[in-house]
C-alpha cells in the first residue's frame, strides 16, 4: 500500500490508458462502482474516461489523497480483464 500521495501519483503514471474499476465511498453506506480507462494523471488529480455504455458521465476525477484515505480504491486489469493490481 502507498504511504505518500507521490507513490500513488507514480504507480497511476505507469497505468496510463489501463482498464480499471473505481470503488468510491459515496456517504451513507453507499458504494459507487464505475468501470473505465485511467486518461490522464495531474499533479493532484487523476481523471478516469468512463465506459458510455453503463454510466451517464463521460469523466471522472478523484485525487491522490481520495486513494491514500481509502475513500477510492482503484483496481487495474489486464487486457483480459484478469486483475492485475489493487491500489487502496
Known sequence: M????IDIKKILDCQLG???VL???G?????IERKGIL???????????????EHNFERVSYTYT???TSNVEVT???DD???EFLIQ
Open 39 to 53: 486518461r490522464e494523471t495531474y499533479p493532484s488529480i487523476f481523471v478516469v474516461e468512463l465506459d458510455q455504455d
Open 18 to 20: 489501463n482498464p480499471c
Open 66 to 68: 481520495d486513494v491514500l
Open 23 to 25: 470503488r468510491a465511498n
Open 76 to 78: 487495474f486489469y489486464n
Open 2 to 5: 502507498p504511504k505518500t500521495l
Open 27 to 31: 456517504g451513507r453506506k453507499k458504494l
Open 81 to 83: 480483464f484478469t486483475e
